[in-house]
């Protein structure tokens, strides 16, 4: 994880009480969460297993750890939750290797916040090798620091790795504003204390009190999350 921690800010020249923008990955920013399910129904076919289409919603957005559990439990496939976890990444990092599909509005959204010198942080359930290499078409250096599934001792849908990007940033996590694309991301974050802009990819978020839904990143610019996180929040 690399990290670079500002001094804390408790309002922007703008009036603004944003202090950081904290965004997952997969689905969110880079169009990959039917990459994992298409690797997921391509090992277990191999392991001459069907996946139900009815598990996807269960499984997207949470840690492989708890994925690949259900997987198993769900098939009775003869295969140890280490060796499917190695299968998974290994499959998942051929398949980005030359290059991973941004979401709609990602590179204009990154390319606004690092030019207003916001920090940022990516917080993702996916493991620290899989977030290097996405990171080699996302740019690194668009994020204040990184936080990955495997570095926290509970990643989502647990507060955790939130907790841990907001204190590493210097910034109250109701002053932070997320960008979720699952309801295991929203929980996480909603868990934390921070203000949720959900972008929904694979299976329907509810609306609920302070959350934000839109349909897509196009919908959202550094104004936008500025307005969401007022001084009197």
């Known amino acids: 994880m690399t990290s670079t921690v500002p001094?804390?800010?408790?309002?922007?020249?703008?009036?603004?009480?944003?202090?950081?923008?904290?965004?997952?990955?997969?689905?969110t920013l880079v169009d990959t969460e039917g990459f994992w399910w298409e690797i997921e129904e391509e090992i277990f076919r191999e392991l001459g297993h069907r996946l139900e289409e009815t598990w996807r919603d269960i499984v997207v957005g949470g840690p492989m750890s708890r994925s690949a559990a259900f997987l198993i439990e769900s098939t009775g496939a003869a295969i140890g939750l280490a060796e499917l976890s190695v299968l998974l990444n290994e499959r998942f990092e051929a398949r980005i290797a030359d290059q991973v599909p941004l979401m709609p509005g990602a590179e204009r959204l990154l390319a606004e916040l690092a030019r207003h010198n916001v920090p940022t942080a990516l917080v993702s359930a996916s493991h620290r090798r899989v977030i290097d290499q996405v990171l080699l078409t996302l740019g690194r250096d668009r994020f204040t620091m990184t936080v990955a599934g495997d570095e926290v001792p509970r990643t989502?849908?647990?507060?955790?790795?939130?907790?841990?990007?907001?204190?590493?940033?210097?910034?109250h996590p109701s002053r932070c504003a997320v960008i979720e694309d699952t309801a295991t991301g929203v929980a996480a974050a909603e868990a934390a204390g921070c203000r949720v802009v959900a972008v929904p990819s694979v299976g329907l978020i509810p609306a609920a009190p302070g959350r934000t839904i839109v349909r897509s990143l196009e919908e959202v610019d550094l104004a936008f999350l500025r307005s969401l996180i007022t001084p009197l929040n």
């Open 7 to 27: 001094a804390a800010v408790t309002r922007t020249t703008d009036g603004s009480a944003l202090q950081a923008v904290l965004l997952d990955m997969d689905g």
């Open 156 to 171: 989502k849908p647990h507060p955790d790795p939130y907790l841990l990007a907001a204190q590493a940033l210097g910034a």
